[in-house]
């Protein structure tokens, strides 16, 4: 579960490896209303918000840094990245395992929240899935601005057992195939 998570985490690094200052703040209008460093923000937003609920005892998706430096400096994010890495290998299996609540807005059309236990485990499956919807939206950002992303960026792993038994070489994983989410 926290090497799943790692990987996510270290996919993340190798973009913002790879993506200049501008690229990570560019918002390709119409195409996009946000940038890449705007999903990146909100992916970590949601890693930060389990430590956070860990803390007080209930997770809040809701709280999030909007406009902050993770969101407009690579550095920022990498540091970010790196506290919430250390996080992650610090837990150990009755963190994962116990029981926390979630409060979260559920309805676009009025203020709706729920607030419902869930565990520490499930919601790491959660964030891990989130950053990876997210990364294939920076992936298609990307596209847009002619540049690439890591290998598997932006891939299910669902997707990625699929497209390995389908594969006639191991370049089926990358390339156009990352539409097949």
Same mark, same amino acid.
């Given at each position: 579960?926290?090497?799943?998570?790692?990987?996510?985490?270290?996919?993340?690094?190798?973009?913002?490896?790879?993506?200049?200052?501008?690229?990570?703040?560019?918002?390709?209008?119409?195409?996009?209303?946000?940038?890449?460093?705007?999903?990146?923000?909100?992916?970590?937003?949601?890693?930060?918000?389990?430590?956070?609920?860990?803390?007080?005892?209930?997770?809040?998706?809701?709280?999030?840094?909007?406009?902050?430096?993770?969101?407009?400096?690579?550095?920022?994010?990498?540091? #970010?990245?790196?506290?919430?890495?250390?996080?992650?290998?610090?837990?150990?299996?009755?963190?994962?395992?116990?029981?926390?609540?979630?409060?979260?807005?559920?309805?676009?059309?009025?203020?709706?929240?729920?607030?419902?236990?869930?565990?520490?485990?499930?919601?790491?499956?959660?964030?891990?899935?989130?950053?990876?919807?997210?990364?294939?939206?920076?992936? #298609?950002?990307?596209?847009? #601005?002619?540049?690439?992303?890591?290998?598997?960026?932006?891939?299910?792993?669902?997707?990625?057992?699929?497209?390995?038994?389908?594969?006639?070489?191991?370049?089926?994983?990358?390339?156009?195939?990352?539409?097949?989410?």
């Amino acid at each position: 579960m926290i090497a799943s998570q790692i990987n996510i985490l270290t996919l993340a690094k190798s973009y913002l490896a790879s993506a200049s200052a501008s690229q990570y703040t560019e918002i390709i209008k119409p195409l996009f209303i946000s940038s890449a460093g705007a999903h990146m923000r909100h992916i970590l937003d949601h890693y930060v918000a389990i430590i956070n609920g860990l803390e007080v005892g209930i997770i809040d998706y809701d709280k999030r840094s909007r406009g902050g430096s993770v969101e407009t400096d690579v550095n920022a994010a990498l540091k #970010q990245i790196s506290q919430i890495e250390f996080f992650l290998l610090s837990l150990h299996d009755e963190q994962l395992s116990q029981s926390i609540m979630l409060s979260t807005e559920v309805s676009v059309e009025k203020k709706q929240v729920e607030i419902v236990s869930t565990s520490v485990a499930r919601e790491l499956v959660f964030v891990g899935s989130h950053a990876i919807h997210h990364f294939a939206m920076i992936e #298609q950002i990307s596209k847009a #601005q002619k540049s690439s992303t890591p290998k598997q960026f932006g891939i299910a792993p669902a997707t990625a057992t699929f497209l390995r038994g389908n594969a006639t070489n191991e370049d089926t994983i990358s390339g156009d195939s990352k539409c097949a989410r």
